[in-house]
């Protein structure tokens, strides 16, 4: 029976991406679901090509033209957020592919693994911000989470058949972005489109502007602590230009396990939807003798300070993972609309995660009250 599949952002990159999956694949999968934030266009296209039984359009506003452009199909057309969580417990959903971003998909992804499905997680931000709520859920209910990230799912990989062998530690691998061996001074000036200039990886903006500040390997860090189960001391970081090295695992045996391929997102995609199967694809293969050399550097972060900010943040937890998540996210925007140089978003993430109140033990409620306190403070500070 082919696996009914719910893309949750199926006109961001990741979800484009995981529709050239099942695109490659049309024998195993079928897409039951897609949802889009804004995106109105892509979204009908995208259903008149795949016709899912249900499209959800974020943005209440383009209901209309979404429903009136999908007349004469057998699809149902929901809008608004809150469809998003309550078709997650629909039980024609096999696996639901979080592609949203933000703290939008939190109630969705707890929705889904209360329904015990299985969920591949494109996500960083509900499981930076909320990943012990997250990690209890799925314990509880029977969810399964298999990580899409390429460094979680390669460490995830790597953890196949090790069930009582402890880890030692796992180091996570980052290219180092566009501003590997630029000077200080060439970064403080940098625009936003020398930053956006992803030398290995296609990915959306957000994320592609914490690449270059490398606060994206420090919320991985904190990604990993929760969806591997391990203390903030056994995680580490190193720099890896080439993108080929996907992350690493140490054993206590002396014996360090990998996972390599090209840097490609449709790899950790497919594999989150055929786990724990491999299956055949037209993806380009790896050739080790064309790229000839491996090198990994240790990060620098004193020039790259999110880094440290984000394992401090990992370090003292509670809601203080939510705080650097909020405060990151207005600092690049802002950045992105040219208001602020990038190495400002560390000033903006620090200010804030001296001033927002603590909160040690965190409920689902205190995770979205300091989001948006936090949120509220870092606009300040940008002004
Ligand atoms: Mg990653």
């Given at each position: 029976?082919?696996?009914?599949?719910?893309?949750?952002?199926?006109?961001?990159?990741?979800?484009?991406?995981?529709?050239?999956?099942?695109?490659?694949?049309?024998?195993?999968?079928?897409?039951?679901?897609?949802?889009?934030?804004?995106?109105?266009e892509?979204?009908?296209?995208q259903a008149?090509?795949?016709?899912?039984?249900?499209?959800?359009?974020?943005d209440?506003?383009k209901?209309?033209?979404?429903?009136?452009?999908?007349?004469?199909?057998?699809?149902k057309?929901y809008?608004?957020?809150?469809?998003?969580?309550?078709?997650?417990?629909?039980?024609?959903?096999?696996?639901?592919?979080?592609?949203i971003?933000?703290?939008?998909?939190l109630v969705?992804?707890?929705t889904?693994?209360?329904?015990?499905k299985?969920?591949?997680?494109?996500?960083?931000?509900?499981?930076v911000?909320?990943?012990?709520?997250?990690?209890?859920?799925?314990?509880?209910?029977?969810?399964?989470?298999?990580?899409?990230?390429?460094?979680?799912?390669?460490?995830?990989?790597?953890?196949?058949?090790?069930?009582?062998?402890?880890?030692?530690k796992?180091?996570?691998?980052?290219?180092?972005?566009?501003?590997?061996?630029?000077?200080?001074?060439?970064?403080?000036?940098a625009?936003p489109?020398?930053a956006?200039?992803?030398?290995?990886?296609?990915m959306?903006?957000?994320?592609?502007?914490?690449s270059?500040?490398?606060?994206?390997k420090?919320?991985e860090a904190?990604?990993?602590r929760?969806?591997f189960?391990?203390?903030?001391?056994?995680i580490d970081?190193l720099?890896?230009?080439?993108?080929i090295?996907?992350?690493?695992?140490?054993?206590?045996?002396?014996?360090v396990?990998?996972?390599?391929?090209?840097?490609?997102?449709?790899?950790?995609i497919q594999?989150?939807?055929t786990?724990?199967?491999?299956l055949?694809?037209?993806?380009?293969?790896?050739?080790l003798?064309q790229?000839?050399?491996?090198?990994?550097?240790?990060?620098?972060v004193?020039?790259?300070?999110?880094l440290?900010?984000?394992?401090?943040?990992?370090?003292i937890?509670?809601?203080?993972?939510?705080?650097?998540?909020?405060a990151?996210?207005?600092?690049v925007?802002?950045?992105?609309?040219?208001?602020?140089?990038?190495?400002?978003i560390?000033?903006?993430?620090?200010?804030?995660?001296n001033?927002?109140?603590?909160?040690?033990?965190?409920g689902?409620?205190?995770y979205?009250?300091?989001?948006?306190?936090?949120?509220?403070?870092?606009?300040?500070?940008i002004?």
């Amino acid at each position: 029976m082919k696996k009914r599949i719910a893309i949750l952002g199926s006109t961001g990159s990741i979800g484009s991406q995981t529709l050239r999956v099942i695109d490659e694949q049309p024998e195993l999968f079928t897409v039951e679901v897609l949802t889009a934030n804004s995106n109105a266009e892509l979204l009908i296209n995208q259903a008149i090509t795949y016709l899912p039984n249900v499209v959800v359009i974020g943005d209440k506003n383009k209901y209309t033209k979404v429903s009136d452009a999908l007349i004469g199909y057998d699809i149902k057309v929901y809008a608004g957020e809150d469809s998003i969580s309550q078709i997650m417990e629909m039980d024609t959903i096999d696996i639901v592919l979080i592609g949203i971003t933000g703290l939008t998909a939190l109630v969705p992804i707890l929705t889904a693994l209360k329904n015990k499905k299985r969920i591949a997680l494109a996500n960083k931000e509900c499981i930076v911000v909320a990943g012990e709520l997250i990690s209890k859920t799925a314990l509880e209910y029977g969810g399964q989470i298999i990580p899409v990230d390429s460094e979680h799912s390669a460490i995830f990989q790597c953890l196949m058949g090790e069930i009582n062998n402890p880890i030692e530690k796992i180091v996570l691998t980052a290219s180092g972005g566009p501003f590997l061996n630029k000077s200080q001074v060439y970064i403080k000036n940098a625009s936003p489109a020398q930053a956006l200039a992803h030398p290995n990886w296609n990915m959306g903006n957000k994320v592609t502007i914490d690449s270059a500040t490398l606060m994206n390997k420090g919320l991985e860090a904190i990604e990993a602590r929760w969806l591997f189960d391990l203390d903030y001391s056994k995680i580490d970081v190193l720099i890896h230009p080439q993108s080929i090295v996907h992350s690493l695992v140490y054993f206590s045996d002396g014996s360090v396990k990998t996972q390599l391929s090209v840097p490609d997102m449709r790899i950790p995609i497919q594999f989150a939807l055929t786990y724990p199967q491999r299956l055949a694809t037209s993806f380009q293969p790896l050739d080790l003798i064309q790229i000839g050399t491996l090198d990994f550097l240790q990060p620098d972060v004193k020039k790259f300070r999110n880094l440290a900010l984000a394992f401090k943040a990992l370090e003292i937890g509670g809601n203080m993972p939510c705080i650097i998540n909020a405060a990151n996210d207005i600092g690049v925007q802002a950045f992105l609309d040219g208001k602020i140089g990038i190495l400002h978003i560390s000033d903006i993430v620090e200010q804030s995660m001296n001033t927002i109140p603590r909160i040690e033990k965190p409920g689902l409620s205190d995770y979205f009250e300091t989001d948006i306190l936090t949120r509220k403070k870092a606009i300040e500070l940008i002004k």
